[in-house]
């Protein structure tokens, strides 16, 4: 009896050992993607609160009672229509339900099969960067692991589009216009087009390009750029500039990353809200944070007026973000500090919050996206618009990317867009 | 009268334009066709105000103002085909000016020869003039055709033209750096190929054949606000009708070839490439030289027939012109080959700055010969090895508290510094140089070249500035001008000042004519 009881106990601990020694395979860990903004509980919440909002329109009147959710900079701008010079009815937008945003197919398939292989050195940098793709951390922990997430979000992989930007002084009341197509592919961390996840002849080690063609102003008339953004952290960035005016082709210098685009409050490195290596910075998670998000906006509903610095018509709807302090660890940086509110969804800047270098809040940047079909048919999450202020100076920027074309994403982009000889082509 | 119309013409020039156009949609070009068809250029008024002019030359001047041009500039891009393999596009070019400043100088007018002055107050012919470009470009893979007239632009240097090789000038109505390509380039009918190849540094074959189609370069008007001044070019008063630098210009005109296949041929070669970190360009270009040589047989009975002519005149107590043009050749365009590239790179370790480098070898450049260098006492010519070599240094700037001040609103200034050096071997002190800068003995001469740029309030002003100095002749220009751009896309205006010096100490034989022309200069430009 002793011995059949002594037999079942060391079946039981070989059995018990077996499933605690034997190392299981990385690839049947299950990864939790997507993962949704919110807990059921928090969700049942939200839908409480928005029995009370949803469908309200919000101006000066009733945003003190949404503030918190909003960045308070903007609550000032709302309740000053004045400065940004609104129109009569001041400036507005309007609360719409939540809805969880799932990203295509082909990032969930991609984070499901390379987050488990992503390996990283002592200090979080990843160290496999070229051979994974998706988003790297599901359930990130830290802010660097939140930014990886928002860089190898590659918007599809590749897309075109072209955007109308006004240079706005609320002051003289007046806007400037830009209009530019912009091309951009990814190279590497590709889950929509193939070839996935990069491209195999890459011998330079371009993680992307960008192609810019330049129609407004008119003396940027036809005006070319390409950019192309290497893998290696310590290459810059290769750059040429084709100025139609003089028909010459120029190469340019990279390092000026904090020069104003074009006159207006964007610098080279607030491109996408951050268009940087990620070696640049070093980054501090705080924590979650409920924001009004504008990030299913149908762009031709807002409205303005020539010189009027925030658009009025904007959809927010409520959202938890990731917030995030971003440092540059050059001292004599532009910026102090940035915050950024990360939609928890699909990793993209929906918020930024720049502090000039003592300190003092400067510019705050708001994201617009919206539910964009894909040439693959599925449904991404994408960037249409671009509201900027900056409110030490009382000036803005305003980016609309459907009003002249359908943006276009996922479409076959040829590589010999980004080489000098199209720079130069007929237009 | 006349200049009272003038006036009230470009005042309601500007005026309709305004009414016309700030109501259109904000769009810079217009589209037709479902985009096939774009169209696009400018409508400018531009005048300089003298602010120095010598006491001889008031003499030939009613006011100050001796430049005011309404000109324009039309662009058409046609696309008649486009799919993934294959793209052909069409496009042409067109301008046309009206120069007024003769209408309200009477003075002036007077003083302009009047064959000149009807070329320079309008355009002359269709090709010559009003055609900037006409061409169909065809992509095909990695092959790319453009056949038709074209402005070909070689080179990345702002104003200097180092390895720009192609076309010839026209300087009569502008000056490179101030005036866009279209309107002081000439084009030339042409058969330009690209070849994009996969090999390594992504080199890219350029090759370009010109059949016959022969341009030479548009010098100024005598008595215009570019050209010579009527008092300095007209020795005899009373004298002909114009000066003698009428009488040579225009047989420099008379005297050039036109179309030949067989003798005005040109063709080029370029490859441009990419190898470690620096884009380069090496190229071969051979052709009639675009500015002629003088026969010395003939240039010294030729000029003489001017100075009978005028010595008549001062006896005669009257005008009596030159005879006839006559119909021996006195300037001959001669053919030589030109060899030369590019380079450009960034450095991020020095200042992070952009460095480009140009460089040309003329090889048996032909130039006239003359007692001690005078282009008066021209005795033969030969030919010469040139070397030309341009260095520039490029960077934009970041000024401690003034960049990101309310001023600049976080724009950087942007600065390059050219250096320019050529020599020319086997120099002799017969070498007629002075139209390159050369001081009369040197073989050598350099220059260097300033530009500066600050964008500022947004962006909505442009502070620009040009300049150059020529070390061993001690000429130098300098160009500031600030522009402001108009809200919404279509205006913009400028405000400079051109001012010239140096001229005095430049030498024996180097050109003084723009050592009184400083100007301010006024440009109100409507681009769509």
Known sequence: MRFKQFQKMTVGICITVMFVMVPVPAGAVEVVYPVPAYTPEELAKVREWEKTWAGKKIDKTNIDQVAEFFPSSYVELIKDPERWHAPEEGNWFMIIPYQQILEPTGVIEATKKYAPLVKTD???????????????????????????????????????????????????????????????????????????????????????????????????????????????????????????????????????????????????????????????????????????????????????????????????????????????????????KRVWYLDAETYTIMWQEMYDQLGRFWKCFCNHTQNIKTEQGEMKNFMVGYTMQDFQRTHSGYTDMTRYQPIKIGIPVNPNIYTLSNLQKTY | MRGYAAFAVTILNISLLTILCTHRHAQAEMRYMDNKLIINGFVKETAYIRTTMTS?????????????????????????????????????????????????????????????????????????????EAYVDIIKGPWQ????????????????????????????????????????????????????????????????????????????????????????????????????????????????????????????????????????????????????????????????????????SQLRGKTINPPDWPDYKVWYYKRYTTVGGTAQTWVQKLWSTVWRLEWFMEIARPLNKATNGASDAVYGWTKRNILGVALQCSKRINIPRFTQSRFATGSQLDISVTYFWEKIFNHDHDLVTADRNHAWTDSTTDQIIMFVQQPLFNQSFMFIFTGNYYLRVGKWMAVPSISYIFPGVHWRFDLGYAAFGGAKRSGRYSSRVSSTKDSIILRLRYEF
């Open chain 2, 56 to 132: 001889r030359e008031k003499e030939f001047h009613d006011t100050a103002v001796d430049y005011l041009t309404t000109s324009a500039l039309v662009e058409a891009l046609y696309t008649a085909k486009e799919s993934e393999d294959l793209t052909i596009r069409l496009f042409g070019g067109l301008k046309w000016w009206w120069e007024k400043s003769p209408l309200i100088d009477d003075n002036l007018r007077r003083h302009i020869p009047h064959r000149d002055r009807k070329d320079y107050m309008h355009p002359r012919s269709f090709d010559d003039d009003i055609l900037t």
């Open chain 1, 122 to 336: 002592a200090e979080g940098v990843i160290t496999n960067y070229t051979e994974i793709a998706g988003m790297p951390f599901p359930d990130p922990k830290t802010g660097l692991e939140i930014a990886y997430n928002m860089e190898c979000n590659t918007r599809g992989d590749t897309y075109k589009m072209m955007w109308h930007a006004p240079n706005i002084n609320p002051r003289t009341k007046t806007d400037r216009l830009a209009k530019q197509e912009f091309t951009e592919m990814f190279f590497i961390h590709r889950t929509e087009v193939d070839p996935r996840p990069a491209i195999p002849k890459n011998p330079k080690g371009y993680h992307k390009g960008q192609f810019m063609h330049m129609y407004l102003p008119p003396e940027m008339l036809n005006t070319r750029f390409i950019t192309m953004r290497h893998i290696d952290w310590n290459k810059e960035d290769l750059s040429y500039l084709y100025y139609a005016q003089f028909r010459r082709i120029r190469r340019l210098s990279t390092t000026e990353r904090t020069n104003a685009i074009d006159g207006t409050d964007q610098i080279y490195d607030d491109g996408n809200m951050w268009d940087g290596h990620l070696s640049r910075n070093t980054y501090k998670y705080i924590g979650k944070k409920e924001m009004l998000l504008s990030r299913r906006q149908d762009m031709s509903k807002t409205t303005r007026r020539s010189g009027q610095g925030f658009a009025n018509g904007y959809d927010y709807e409520r959202c938890n973000t990731y917030v995030v302090e971003v440092f540059n660890k050059d001292p004599n940086y532009l910026y102090s």
């Open chain 2, 145 to 312: 055709f453009r056949i038709g007239k074209q402005i070909v632009i070689w080179g990345q240097l702002d104003i200097a033209r180092v390895a720009d090789v192609v076309n010839p000038l026209d300087l009569r109505k502008g000056v490179p750096g101030v005036d866009t390509w279209e309107e002081v380039k000439r084009g030339i009918w042409m058969i330009r190929g690209f070849y994009q190849s996969q090999l390594p540094g992504n080199l890219l074959f350029e090759f370009i054949f010109n059949p016959g189609d022969f341009r030479q370069i548009e010098i100024p008007y005598e008595g215009t606000h570019y050209g010579a001044p009527y008092h300095q070019t007209n020795p005899f008063q009373p004298g002909p009708d114009f000066g003698i630098f009428h009488w040579l210009s225009q047989k420099w005109r008379r005297d050039a070839p036109t179309w030949n296949l067989k003798k005005n041929y040109e063709w080029g070669f370029r490859i441009r490439g990419y190898t470690w970190d620096i884009d380069w360009t090496l190229l071969l270009w051979n052709g009639r030289d675009d500015g002629p040589v003088a026969d010395p047989r003939r240039i010294t009975p030729f000029t003489l027939l001017y100075i009978q002519a005028g010595l008549r």
